[in-house]
Structures are given as structure tokens and as C-alpha cells.
């Protein structure tokens, strides 16, 4: 029996600009974007619902700038119930791109919005960098859990031999009083409560 990899639907976003003229630019663009789009039939709110908030901030926003009392108030409720009603737009194109995975940001770009980018954490490896003071190196390892603890070593020959450095409770810790010019190797296990693990791949640094 074989089991399938779950692919995610891409995620539309907003990319709401701050400013009032540069939000009715965006809007307008998305209203654009979706009249007549094919992918977009039925839009909820309609795109006329959506073209007449545009029409009155657009009007609220000349209306602040004569410093009219009274006029701004009326322009940021006004942008906010603009951006009320994008959002509510931004939930309609997201069902419409939630019905298929392969198209869906490509749907989602159709209609002016944006794809969420998704983070990719790279896995953390063993390193070892230079320290802040001269003879030191600042040693960086990957978690092994909460309740772990770190042992280290180095090497100044290679390997032949490991000299032990205090261990610490957590996945880095700094080892001084190295020669500076030495090339040294560093290597590190955790401790957890099921015991020691295995000694990491060394790093090597030239001390400065």
C-alpha cells in the first residue's frame, strides 16, 4: 500500500499598502484583475460593492486633504470598511483556489493578491566560527531537546588525541585559551536521559 504526500493549497494574501492613495491604486488593480476573470464567477462581495467603497474613500481621502472638520474620521472609516470587505474577497478567491491545488496559485496571482511565501528553515549543522576575544571559538550545534545537555571536545592534532571542554546545558558554548594560528578540530555529543549520544562530525577553524 502506498501513501500519498498531503500537498498544502498555497495561501492568498494581501499586500495592503498604508497609505490611502496607494491602497485605492492596489484595490482598483485587484478590482481589474478579477472583472471578467473566468476563475472568479460569482465573487463575494461583488466587485460593484467593492468599486463604490473604492469611490467613497477615494472621495473621503480629497476631503481630509481640505482639512475639513471632521473629514478624516470619515476617511479612515471609510478605509476601514474598504479593507473590511477585501478581506472578505481574499476569503472568496482562497475557497476558489482551495478547490484545486495545481492551479491554485496561479488563481490566486489572477486576481491581483499575492502568494503567501512559505519558510524553509534550513537544518542546522555543526559549526564552529570564530569567538569575540583572540583564542576563541564559538561552537554552534543542532538542539537535541529541552532537557539536554552539550559535552565537548577539540583537537589540536588532528585528532589523535581530544582535549575535553566544559559541557553546557545548551547547543552552543564558547572554548577559550586556543593558540591563535592553530588549526583546530571540535566535535560534540548530547546527553539526554536515554543516555549519551554519539560524537558529531568534527569543524575545523583556524584560530585567530
Known sequence: ???????ST???????????????????????AMTGNPSFPSPA?????????????????????TRTKGAVADRNDKQTALVTLLKHLLAYVQSVADADVETAATVIQSAGMAVKKVAVRKPRVFVAEQGTMSGSAKLVAAS?????????????????????????????????????GATVEFR?????????????????????
Open 10 to 32: 498555497p495561501t492568498a494574501v494581501l499586500l495592503l499598502p498604508r497609505n490611502v492613495p496607494a491602497l485605492v491604486t492596489y484595490v482598483q488593480s485587484v478590482v481589474t
Open 1 to 7: 500500500m502506498t501513501t500519498s504526500k498531503k500537498t
Open 45 to 65: 462581495p461583488t466587485l460593484a460593492v467593492v468599486a463604490a467603497a473604492l469611490a467613497a474613500l477615494h472621495a473621503a481621502e480629497s476631503a481630509a486633504l
Open 144 to 180: 537535541a531537546g529541552r532537557r539536554a545537555s552539550y559535552e565537548w571536545n577539540y583537537s589540536t592534532d588532528g585528532g589523535k588525541t581530544w582535549v575535553i571542554a566544559p559541557a553546557s546545558l545548551q547547543a552552543n558554548t564558547t572554548v577559550a585559551g586556543l593558540a591563535p
Open 188 to 208: 560534540y555529543r548530547p546527553v539526554t536521559k536515554t543516555g549519551e549520544g554519539n560524537w558529531s562530525q568534527t569543524a575545523q577553524l583556524i584560530i585567530k
